[in-house]
């Protein structure tokens, strides 16, 4: 079975830095697309950043372009999302997702997931 796990969240002043983690496992090859999204309350999911695991090719989501960087360890099975300039708006639940199947398109996953999901991570940025 597949897992993912998020870490790394937390309370940060605006215009900080947070580091978000995501360890996944039972993933059969390197060819799945991963992904970092965010629900903010009484919001929708948004899609933030995706990459290809195997390629390294990455996705982001206009308005994330600049502060968020994603990468990925294939030796560590790690994922990360690293945050600066953050702003109160980006408070939000963060979950990591792995996606399903190798057929999903980069951009097509990042937008309309079909993916397993991790329990996610909160994010806080207070003014």
């Known amino acids: 079975a597949v897992q993912v796990v998020e870490s790394g969240g937390g309370l940060v002043q605006a215009g900080g830095s947070l580091r978000l983690s995501c360890t996944a496992s039972g993933l059969t090859s390197d060819n799945y697309a991963m992904g970092w999204f965010r629900q903010a309350p009484g919001k929708e999911r948004e899609g933030v950043s995706c990459?290809?695991?195997?390629?390294?090719?990455?996705y982001y989501v206009d308005s994330m372009r600049g502060r968020f960087t994603i990468s990925r360890d294939n030796a560590k099975n790690t994922l990360y999302l690293q945050m600066n300039s953050l702003k109160p708006e980006d408070t939000a639940m963060y979950y990591c997702a792995a996606a399903r199947s190798t057929t999903q398109l980069l951009e097509t996953f990042c937008k309309r997931p079909s993916a397993y999901w991790g329990q996610g991570t909160q994010v806080t940025v207070s003014s």
């Open positions: 990459i290809v695991r195997s390629t390294g090719a990455t």
